[in-house]
C-alpha cells in the first residue's frame, strides 16, 4: 500500500528545500526499515540497534542543535523529522526525542565547553545514547519535589534516589539527572558504569513496546565534579528540556495520526459490507472527514509553533497547547480508526491498534494532557491551580 | 580515474495517478516528483564506479525548475558538478531533440561514460542513451543490471546474460540493478543547500514529430468467472489477445 | 510507402514478431524488405506473406551485438522510407541509433499505427497513450504481439549484402539464464499460492509454471504462517510485499481482504479457486472456478504453446 501522507493544505509545500529533503530522507527510511520490523520489534518489546546505527547516519540527532557535530537544522525541520518518524512509531520518535531534546540539548544549553566536546558529537552519530532522569516514583507532574538528592563530598558528588519511567535509560551510556543539591535542583552526568548506578529496564508495558522504558537507581552514586552541568539551576533546567521534546511531540503525534488516517481510508474503500465498500456510507465518511479535519487543524498548529520556535515569538504556553490538542486528537483518530477497520483493527497486520497504545503514553508523558490544561488555564487566569494553596 | 555524467529524468512518482485532462496528462494534478527509478540505479552505479577508481560525476538533467530537485538529491550524495538543460519547450521535445541537448551538455562536461537509465518512468521510450550514444559516436551497453568499477557490465541476451567490456567513451544504461539505493544524510543534505547549479540552453533545431495528444488506456472489461478446468486455454487466449500480458 | 523491416532473430532463426511486424507493415499498403542480420532466419523471412525482398546484411560485426556497428550496417543497407523494428532491447537500441545516424524521428513501443504516419504508445508505464504523427521517413518499433502476424506462403526474392560495423563492444562471459528465483517486487509476472495448495511440497507447481513465464512465485499470509518452508520473504499482503506486476496469477487463494491490500492493483488478476464464493474472484479480471490440480497443468501446457 502507497503512502500519501494527508497533507489537506499542501502545508509542506511551505517547507524549504532541505526541508523536504530531509523529509523524504526520514520517510523513506522509516518506509523501507521500520515499518517492515516494527511489530517484530513490539513483540520482542525490543529497540532495534540498526535503528540506532541509521539514525545516527542520517544525522537527525539534535537536530536544531548547532555545533559540536550536530546539524543545526531548522525546528520545523525537526518537527518534520518527528513526524516522519512518529508515522512509523512513536517508541522511535521517543528515541529520538530523548536523545535530542532531554539528553543533548541541556548538555549543549548548559554544560561546560568539555562535558559538550566529550558528549555531543558522539551523541549526533548515535554512538553515545542518553536519558534523561526527572520523574520519580512518586513525583510525576510535580517534579519541584523530588527526592532525588545530591551531596558535595570535595571531590565528588554523591547521588541518592531513583527515576522512573526512562526511556532508553537501559540502553544509555549517560543519563542527564535532575537531583537537589542544597535544596536546589541541579543537573548531573551519571555515566554506565558510576559506582552505585544501574538501570533496570521496566517491563509489561501495553505501550511503547519498541522502546525501552527504565528505572534510574542512584545508591551512595559517585559522580565526578565536573559532571554537573555548571550553566543552571531550578526547575527551568528541566522545563527548558521538555519545552523541546513538547515541541518534537506536537508534530510527531501527526505523523501517528496520518497513519491511522491512511489505514483507515485505504481500509474503508477496500472493504465491502452491503454490497459497497464502507466508504461509501454516511457515518465512515462522517469519521474519515473528522480526522482530516483535525489532522489539518494539528497541522497547522504544529507549523505555526515551528516558526516561532525558529523566529524566538514562542511562549512555553504556546506549546503546551499544541502538544495537548494534537496528542488528544490523535489518539482519538487512532481510537476512530480502529472502529472504521472493525475486528481487524486490533490485528497488527494494521498500525492501528499499535499507535492508538502508543499515544495512551504519549498523552501522559512530558506533561500530562490535564497539566498542559492547567498551564494554559494559568495562562488565562493569571491564576495557578496545580495545588491547592493559591 | 574516470569522469561520468549521469543523466537524471525528473518523472512523476511512480505510485502517481495519471489522469488525462483535454487530451494531455495533467501534469498540475502531480503531487509528487521523484527521480526515475533506473536513472537511481545508474546514480549508484556511478557512485560506485568513482568510489572505486576515482574520478567525479557530473548530474545532468532537462526540465524546468523543479528538476532541480533530482541534482539537488544527487549533491546531498556528494555531487558538485550539476548542470540543467532549459528549453522554453522542453514539454514537447522530441527523442532527437532531447538526445541532441543532452549531447551538447555530456561534450561540454568533458566525460569517459555516460549512465542513464535504460528509459524514463514517464515517456517509456528507451531511446536516449543509444541515441545519445550515436551522437556521441560511442558505444551503448543497453539495460545493464551489474556493473563493476574495472568497466565490466552485464547485458542481457537471449538466453541469459553476458558479461561485456566496451572501449570509452560509451553510454551505459541501467536496468534495476541488485545495488541498495543510499540514502543522503543530514550532512550531505546541507552541502546541497548550497550546491551551484549551471543552467544551460538545449540549442536543439526544430521537432519533427507532431504531438497530436494523450488518452487514457482503454477500460479493462469487468472481471468474469469461468467454470472448470476446461476454461483454461480461453482464459490464456485473453490473457494474450485481450490482456495483452502474455 | 517504402518500408525496411529489421528482423528480430533469435539465435540463427527469426523470432515470431517478425511476422507481427510484416502484418502492421502489410496493413499500411506496404510490400516490405526484410533485414536479417548476418543472414539469420533469411529463408524464413522470405515465406512470409507480403515480403517483397530479403536482404541478408552479412558482416564480421553481427557475431556481438553492438548496436552502434549493427545501427551502421543496416543504415547502409535499408533504402528511405519508414524502418521498423521490435521493440525488445536489441530492436530499440538498434532503432534510436539509426534515426540519430540519419536525423529522423524514432517511435519506440507503438501499439497502434496508421497511415499518416499516425501512432499510438503507452507512455507512465501504460498509465496513459501518447498519439504522435512523424513524416514517411522514420524508425518505429512495435511492441509484440500486439499486431496480427502475416502468414507464409510467400515467396519473395533474396539478396546478400556486405555491410561492417566498428565494434565496440567485447563478450568476456556469456552466462546461462540465472535459475535464482525473482524477487515478488522485482516481477512484472508473478503466482502466488495459498492454503488451498495443500502442502508446500505443492509449490513445485508454481515453481515450475514461473519458470515457463519469468514470473516470481508469491504467497498468502496464510500459506507463510502455516508451513515453515514458504519464507516470509514471498509474502503478499498487509504485512508482506505490496505489488504491482501485469499479471497475478492467484492459486488457491481466498482473497483475505489482507491479501487484496498487497495486490488489487495489479494490471491484470487472474484466480484459481474451487470455491466459486471465494472473495478473490470479486477482484479477478479472470475467475477460474476449479481445483489447482486440475487448472495448473492445462495452464502450463497452453503458456507452453504461445510463448
Known amino acids: 500500500m502507497v503512502y500519501e501522507a494527508l497533507d489537506f493544505y499542501d502545508l ?151 527515576k522512573m519511567w526512562i526511556t532508553n535509560g537501559t540502553n544509555s551510556d549517560l543519563a542527564v539527572v535532575w537531583a537537589k543539591l542544597d535544596g536546589v535542583i541541579r543537573g548531573f552526568i551519571v555515566e554506565t558504569g558510576d559506582e552505585g548506578y544501574s538501570a533496570p529496564e521496566m517491563t509489561g508495558k501495553h505501550s511503547l513496546k519498541a522502546s525501552v522504558t527504565s528505572e534510574l537507581v542512584f545508591q551512595d552514586c559517585k559522580i565526578p565534579k565536573d559532571r554537573i552541568l555548571p550553566g543552571v539551576e531550578g526547575l527551568k533546567g528541566p522545563f527548558s528540556c521538555l519545552n523541546n521534546a513538547r515541541y518534537g511531540i506536537s508534530w510527531g503525534v501527526i505523523g501517528a495520526a496520518q497513519a491511522c488516517f491512511n489505514s483507515a481510508r485505504e481500509y474503508s474503500l477496500s472493504r465491502i459490507q452491503f454490497d459497497h465498500p464502507i466508504a461509501a456510507y454516511q457515518l465512515v465518511q462522517n469519521k474519515l472527514a ?32 499544541a502538544k495537548m490538542n494534537n496528542v488528544d486528537i490523535a489518539l482519538q483518530i487512532a481510537r476512530e480508526a480502529r472502529d472504521i477497520h472493525g475486528a481487524n483493527g486490533i490485528l497488527d497486520e494494521y498500525c492501528i491498534m499499535r499507535h492508538m497504545a502508543n499515544l495512551e503514553s504519549v498523552k501522559t508523558y512530558e506533561g500530562t494532557h490535564d497539566i498542559h490544561n492547567l498551564i494554559i488555564g494559568r495562562h488565562i487566569t493569571g491564576i495557578q491551580s496545580f495545588t491547592r494553596s493559591i | 580515474m574516470v569522469e561520468i555524467a549521469v543523466l537524471l529524468k525528473q518523472v512523476p512518482d511512480t505510485n502517481a495517478k495519471i489522469v488525462v485532462v483535454n487530451g494531455r496528462v495533467d501534469e498540475s494534478a502531480i503531487a509528487s516528483w521523484v527521480t526515475s527509478p533506473y536513472d537511481e540505479y545508474a546514480f549508484e552505479a556511478a557512485l560506485q564506479h568513482i568510489e572505486a577508481a576515482g574520478g567525479s560525476i557530473t548530474a545532468i538533467t532537462l526540465g524546468p525548475a523543479r528538476a532541480d530537485k533530482v541534482l539537488k538529491d544527487a549533491a546531498a550524495l556528494g555531487v558538485t558538478k550539476l548542470v540543467r538543460i532549459w528549453q522554453d519547450d522542453w514539454q514537447d521535445l522530441d527523442s532527437n531533440q532531447v538526445q541532441a541537448a543532452l549531447a551538447n551538455a555530456v561534450t561540454a562536461a568533458g566525460v569517459d561514460l555516460v549512465y542513464c537509465g535504460k528509459q524514463s518512468a514517464d515517456r ?5 542513451g543509444p541515441g545519445i550514444a550515436e551522437i556521441l559516436g560511442a558505444a551503448c551497453v543497453s539495460e545493464v543490471s551489474e556493473s563493476d568499477s574495472a568497466g565490466s557490465y552485464l547485458r ?16 551505459v544504461t541501467f536496468t534495476k540493478t541488485q545495488n541498495e539505493l543510499r540514502r543522503p544524510n543530514v550532512r550531505g543534505i546541507m552541502m546541497a543547500k548550497r550546491a551551484q547549479i549551471e543552467v544551460v540552453g538545449g540549442d536543439v533545431s526544430a521537432s519533427q514529430v507532431n504531438f497530436n495528444g494523450h488518452s487514457s488506456p482503454a477500460q479493462k472489461p469487468p472481471g468474469k468467472t469461468y467454470e472448470g478446468s476446461e476454461s483454461v486455454p480461453e482464459v490464456v487466449g485473453l490473457l494474450r489477445d485481450e490482456a495483452k500480458v502474455l | 510507402m517504402d518500408i525496411t523491416i529489421i528482423a528480430e532473430t533469435q539465435g540463427d532463426n527469426l523470432h515470431p514478431v517478425t511476422n507481427q511486424l510484416v502484418g502492421a507493415a502489410t496493413s499500411l499498403g506496404a510490400s516490405p524488405t526484410i533485414l536479417c542480420a548476418g543472414g539469420a532466419g533469411a529463408d524464413t523471412a522470405a515465406g512470409i506473406a507480403g515480403v517483397g525482398k530479403v536482404l541478408s546484411v552479412i558482416g564480421d560485426c553481427f557475431s556481438t551485438f553492438d548496436g552502434g556497428a549493427w545501427a551502421a550496417a543496416f543504415d547502409a543497407a535499408a533504402g528511405t522510407g519508414v524502418i521498423i523494428g521490435a521493440a525488445s532491447a536489441q530492436g530499440r537500441d538498434v532503432a534510436a541509433r539509426i534515426a540519430a545516424r540519419r536525423g529522423i524521428p524514432v517511435v519506440q513501443d507503438v501499439v497502434a499505427i496508421s497511415q499518416g504516419l499516425t501512432m499510438t504508445h503507452p507512455i507512465y508505464s501504460g498509465k496513459a497513450m501518447q498519439e504522435v504523427t512523424v513524416g514517411d521517413d522514420c524508425v518505429v518499433t512495435l511492441r509484440s504481439n500486439t499486431f496480427p502476424p502475416a502468414g507464409d506462403g510467400g515467396n519473395a526474392e533474396s539478396a546478400t549484402v556486405q555491410q561492417s560495423g566498428d565494434v565496440k563492444i567485447a563478450v568476456q562471459e556469456a552466462i546461462a539464464k540465472a535459475s ?128
Request: charged share 25%; hydrophobic share 40%.
Open chain 1, 12 to 162: 509542506d509545500s511551505q517547507l524549504t528545500d532541505e526541508e523536504i529533503m530531509v523529509r523524504d530522507m526520514v520517510r523513506d527510511w522509516v518506509e523501507d526499515e521500520v515499518l517492515p520490523k516494527i511489530e517484530k520489534a513490539c513483540s520482542d518489546g525490543v529497540f532495534p540497534d540498526e535503528w540506532r546505527v541509521a539514525l545516527g547516519e542520517m544525522g537527525v540527532l539534535g537536530a536544531p542543535l548547532e555545533g559540536y557535530g550536530c546539524p543545526g537544522l531548522s525546528y520545523v525541520a525537526y518537527g518534520v523529522i518527528c513526524r516522519e518518524l512518529e508515522r512509523g512509531d512513536s517508541g522511535l520518535r521517543s528515541f529520538a526525542s530523548v536523545q535530542g531534546s532531554l539528553a543533548m540539548y541541556p548538555i549543549w544549553d548548559f554544560g561546560s565547553e568539555e562535558q559538550k566536546n566529550k558528549y555531543l558529537p558522539k551523541m549526533a552519530t548515535g554512538d553515545l545514547i542518553g536519558c534523561f532522569g526527572l520523574t520519580e516514583p512518586d513525583y510525576g507532574s510535580n517534579p519541584g519535589d523530588m527526592i532525588t538528592k545530591a551531596e558535595d563530598k570535595g571531590d565528588h558528588y554523591l547521588l541518592n534516589g531513583a
Open chain 1, 290 to 321: 473528522w480526522m482530516l479535519r483535525e489532522i489539518t487543524k494539528g497541522q497547522l498548529l504544529a507549523l505555526e509553533l515551528g516558526r516561532k520556535k525558529d523566529n524566538g515569538s514562542w511562549i512555553p504556553e504556546h506549546i503546551s497547547l
Open chain 2, 124 to 128: 517509456n521510450q528507451g531511446s536516449t
Open chain 2, 156 to 171: 542481457p541476451t537471449a538466453s541469459g546474460s553476458e558479461r561485456v567490456t566496451v572501449s570509452s567513451p560509451a553510454v
Open chain 3, 180 to 307: 535464482a528465483r525473482l524477487d515478488v517486487s522485482d516481477a512484472d509476472i508473478i503466482i502466488s499460492g495459498g492454503r488451498g495448495m495443500g502442502s508446500p511440497d505443492n509449490f513445485e507447481h508454481l515453481y515450475a509454471l514461473s519458470d515457463k513465464l519469468g514470473a516470481a512465485v508469491g504467497a498468502s499470509r496464510a500459506a507463510v504462517d502455516t508451513w515453515d518452508e514458504i519464507p516470509h520473504s514471498m509474502q503478499v499482503g498487509q504485512t508482506g510485499k505490496t505489488v504491482n506486476p501485469s499479471l497475478y496469477i492467484a492459486v488457491g487463494i481466498s482473497g483475505a481482504i489482507q491479501h487484496l491490500a498487497g495486490m488489487r492493483t495489479s494490471k491484470y488478476i487472474v484466480a484459481i479457486n474451487k470455491d466459486p464464493e471465494a472473495p478473490i474472484f470479486k477482484v479477478a479480471d479472470y475467475g477460474i472456478v476449479s481445483t489447482w490440480e486440475e487448472a495448473l497443468p492445462i495452464l502450463g501446457d497452453e503458456i507452453a504453446k504461445i510463448l
